[in-house]
């Protein structure tokens, strides 16, 4: 007798399992359908007449960025790696020397503004993610698509960037 109840639990279990998996599947094609990935052709520009920040935009200044952000890296790493960056470039000449320690020195300057706008990439990446893209962090008001052609990691409207430049000149001069 014991072995016959064992056999009916064996089966009991089975059966809620094979009860689960479907479920599951089923809750996660649903999810799959609900986040479908939008295709936009290479040629697209966001229009004004479309709803700001719609999928289509998103899409359009996530790639945008991603691109962009590829781009300076590889300029980085051939600046960095293939560059005029060598030390064995030591010459007797003083003027030589002052020369391409200006010349590194401006070199390293570029790289690190263009480390601080892949950080201003990454951060405009995550304020898509976030649906904040595309609003003024200070007003919430929309930034505007031309502004955002122009400068896709722009954080502010217009307004609000002349303001938060008025108060950094203020400070620096204090």
């Not at 998103?58 to 691109?67: H, I």
Request: glycine share 2%.
């Amino acid at each position: 007798m014991p072995k016959t109840s064992k056999v009916k639990k064996k089966t009991s279990k089975i059966k809620t399992k094979t009860k689960n998996k479907p479920q599951s599947k089923v809750i996660s094609k649903s999810k799959e359908i609900a986040k479908a990935p939008i295709k936009i052709s290479k040629n697209y520009v966001p229009k004004d007449s479309e709803k700001y920040m719609c999928e289509k935009h998103k899409v359009f200044f996530r790639m945008k960025l991603q691109d962009w952000k590829k781009e300076l890296v590889k300029a980085n790493n051939e600046a960095l790696y293939n560059g005029s960056m060598d030390d064995n470039s030591i010459s007797a000449d003083i003027v030589d020397q002052a020369s391409s320690y200006t010349d590194k020195n401006v070199e390293m300057k570029a790289i690190n503004r263009q480390i601080k706008l892949i950080s201003e990439i990454d951060k405009a990446l995550v304020r898509i993610k976030d649906d904040t893209y595309g609003f003024c962090l200070d007003t919430a008001e929309p930034i505007g698509l031309k502004r955002l052609m122009a400068r896709p990691v722009a954080k502010y409207t217009i307004a609000a960037q002349e303001k938060h430049e008025k108060d950094e000149k203020v400070h620096a001069d204090d």
